[in-house]
């Protein structure tokens, strides 16, 4: 009995969602961060599995940061709805979350990805305070030609 329980151990539980991602313009991001939370004054929260769903489908003029969050790890706590009736038919990949926020957002956010050029000093201050409470969060940067990986000292 005790070789079916250390199988067990092994064992991964729950829902196998994958990387989901969370656009947002640079307005929000103070807020997100200094909070640890995805909120919405609306029902749900978007998130989407293609991680150009907000290019393909026109919703990208205000994008400025991306979240890469841990799916799996969110399934745990939230139900995850995948969402459709999109024009875009081949490109339904929106899921969404029908909770008020995600908090703590830390708990299943593997990295922060800059695409947009609309952040502040204040921004990236506030970015680089986050990153140092908690480090097992990447960040990278597609602004400009080729994606550049940043450092935790790049933002000073």
């Not at 745990?76 to 929106?94: C, L, N, R």
């Not at 609309?118 to 597609?142: A, C, E, Q």
């Amino acid at each position: 009995m005790s070789s079916l329980i250390r199988f067990r151990d092994f064992l991964k539980e729950g829902k196998q969602v994958g990387l989901l991602y969370h656009i947002t313009p640079a307005e929000n991001v103070g807020r997100i961060l200094i909070d640890d939370e995805l909120k919405t004054h609306a029902q749900q929260i978007s998130f989407s599995r293609d991680k150009r769903f907000w290019i393909v489908t026109g919703k990208d003029e205000n994008s400025d940061i991306r979240f890469v969050i841990d799916g799996d790890k969110l399934s745990h706590k939230y139900k995850i709805v995948p969402t459709s009736g999109y024009k875009h038919k081949d490109h339904e990949a929106e899921e969404r979350i029908y909770t008020k926020a995600v908090k703590p957002l830390s708990k299943y956010l593997l990295a922060i990805e800059i695409i947009g050029k609309h952040l502040t000093w204040h921004d990236l201050t506030l970015l680089r305070s986050y990153l140092g409470k908690h480090p097992h969060i990447k960040i990278s940067s597609t602004v400009g030609a080729l994606p550049i990986a940043l450092r935790l000292k790049d933002l000073l």
